[in-house]
């Protein structure tokens, strides 16, 4: 298996709301990523975990929680988020945090926060 | 602090004709370029990278220090290229990857 997946493919949920995103690999890779991605911009870079350890926080509030179970398993948990954090969600992942390594993406998960 | 500047967001050109997107970075370490892909409906993917020298798909990308550019060019646009075109940047011994804010490729036919 040579892609990253993502679920779910869409995602609404109202500000009181508590869910999570989930994003997985199976190609051995020992770093995982998420990024949000506004319309009509460049993603951006929210986490990054090196070997199932959180390795860079961009500053991202705090309703934002990421977890990292097992090295194939990535997840966001979402909670008390605004209407301004509906993006499109991608996670990624590359065999290393090697500034040269390639990064993998997945399709993404479109939210929208109502 | 890492900048990628790609300053075209729409970019036009005939099928055969040549092509070349710019990308300038700003950066004061040894950078790592890539340029990446997002073709219509399809998940962002990386075409290139500085470091393999390569061609993918007819596409080249030369590294130029003194101007800090990492322009990308084909000879001959061919219709399938038509997409999404984000340079990216990453500082020596980590994977923080900044992206350009990207460039919009159409080929006419």
């Known amino acids: 298996d040579t892609e990253v997946t993502q679920t779910p493919k869409h995602l609404v949920m109202g500000m009181t709301n508590k869910k999570s995103l989930k994003c997985e690999q199976h190609?051995?890779?020992?770093?995982m990523y998420w990024y949000k991605q506004k319309a009509k911009k460049p993603p951006e870079l929210m986490f990054v975990?090196?070997?199932?350890?959180?390795?860079i926080n961009e500053s991202v509030p705090s309703r934002f929680s990421p977890e990292c179970p097992n090295s194939s398993l990535l997840n966001l948990h979402l909670h008390a988020l605004q209407p301004e954090d509906s993006a499109l969600y991608l996670c990624?992942?590359?065999?290393?945090?090697?500034?040269?390594?390639?990064?993998?993406f997945g399709p993404g998960t479109r939210l929208t926060v109502l | 602090a890492q900048r990628v500047t790609q300053p075209e967001k729409l970019l036009s050109v005939f099928k055969g004709a040549p092509v070349e997107l710019k990308c300038n970075y700003s950066?004061?370490?040894?950078?790592?370029l890539f340029w990446y892909v997002q073709y219509s409906r399809q998940r962002l993917q990386l075409l290139l990278r500085?470091?393999s020298r390569e061609s993918i798909k007819g596409f080249t990308a030369d590294l130029n220090k003194g101007e800090t550019s990492f322009h990308l060019k084909k000879p001959f646009a061919q219709e399938e290229d038509s997409a999404m075109y984000y340079c990216?940047?990453?500082?020596?011994?980590?994977?923080?990857?900044?992206f350009g804010q990207g460039t919009r490729l159409t080929i006419n036919p």
């Open positions: 990624a992942s590359s065999s290393s945090v090697t500034s040269t390594d390639t990064q993998y």
């Open positions: 190609m051995g890779h020992r770093a």
């Open positions: 975990y090196s070997y199932e350890k959180l390795s």
């Open positions: 950066y004061s370490g040894s950078p790592e």
């Open positions: 500085h470091i």
């Open positions: 990216a940047l990453s500082g020596t011994g980590a994977q923080k990857l900044v």
